[in-house]
């Protein structure tokens, strides 16, 4: 087993991130487990391009003080560039829809609205993740939804997070990307909106909005098409997603919180996800502990 910086003992890999390998671990000093991840230089332009790109990510997610965003505890540099998080118990979002299908209402909702949570929290702090899909979305057994992989943010303006791709290039994963992305346009609150869009409509539907096996007729589709109807949803929530789908984005729900406070109703009468949502939380101190500061609400 190896040992970063002579104090992270890397166990078992977890998964691949946007640029890198997640790793499960052990913090040797305090003791506690953590999450690694490894950047994987290969695929990047150069390694300053890497190093560059690494530590602007850790610092963005260490910036964002939130509860549906993991936090980072460390980063440097040993042989390789490493990032130290959170160790969080769960599995991505995309997983879970492709082993049910489409989610119920009720768990689709609950879902989105702690993802616009995380987007409001990011908005006001001056940054867009610019690709919320499935699998960056972590649904952890206490219900929670950890919003991952910050790799490809951008800032709302100048700031010391300085742009991370170059003209030309595409930010984000192109089959959840807003249609003036496509275009050229620049990122804005409105596109991370649409991406929320995207990933509602999955939920509910088993299938993404404009879905082709061809990646291209894909991109086309989202420019072109209305999204197609939306059998069995409620018409509340189908005009509201339909709404985030929206291809001018000046004709979008205005901010996240917006979106959040459409999708709140709906987060009711959660049936059981066996294997996924522990059932029974009533004694859960972080749950009774979150439950007392909602009172508030």
């Not at 190093?51 to 610092?59: D, H, L």
């Not at 118990?89 to 909702?109: I, M, Q, Y």
């Not at 249609?179 to 939920?203: F, H, K, M, Q, W």
């Amino acid at each position: 087993m190896r040992t970063v910086a002579d104090r992270y003992r890397i166990t078992s890999p977890i998964g691949r991130g946007g640029m890198g390998e997640v790793w499960e671990g052990t913090d040797l000093r305090l003791n506690r487990p953590v999450a690694i991840k490894l950047i994987n230089s290969a695929d990047l332009a150069s390694e300053k391009e890497a190093r560059r790109r690494f530590n602007r990510e850790a610092r963005i997610t260490a910036r964002l003080r939130h509860p549906g965003v993991p936090v980072v505890y460390d980063f440097g540099e040993d042989g390789d560039l490493y990032m130290v998080m959170e160790a969080l118990r769960g599995e991505s979002v995309g997983k879970l829809k492709d082993e049910v299908g489409s989610l119920p209402v009720s768990w689709a909702a609950f879902v989105c609205a702690q993802v616009c949570a995380v987007l409001a929290a990011a908005h006001e702090a001056g940054l867009l993740h610019r690709d919320v899909k499935p699998e960056n979305l972590l649904l952890c057994g206490d219900g929670a939804v950890k919003v991952i992989d910050f790799g490809v943010a951008a800032s709302l303006g100048a700031s010391e997070f300085s742009r991370i791709t170059q003209s030309g290039q595409v930010p984000g994963t192109a089959r959840y990307m807003a249609p003036e992305l496509v275009e050229g346009e620049n990122a804005s609150r409105a596109s991370d909106l649409y991406t929320i869009g995207c990933v509602l409509y999955e939920l509910l539907t088993g299938t993404r909005p404009f879905e082709s096996r061809d990646l291209l007729r894909e991109i086309v589709r989202s420019k072109e098409e209305d999204p197609p109807p939306m059998p069995g949803v409620p018409a509340e929530l189908e005009e509201l997603t339909h709404r985030l789908l929206i291809k001018d984005p000046a004709h979008r729900p205005s901010d996240a919180t917006e979106v959040y406070r459409s999708l709140l109703p709906w987060v009711c009468d959660l049936p059981p996800l066996p294997g996924w949502v522990v059932q029974d939380l009533s004694t859960d101190p972080v749950h009774m502990y979150s439950t007392v500061i909602a009172s508030l609400g």
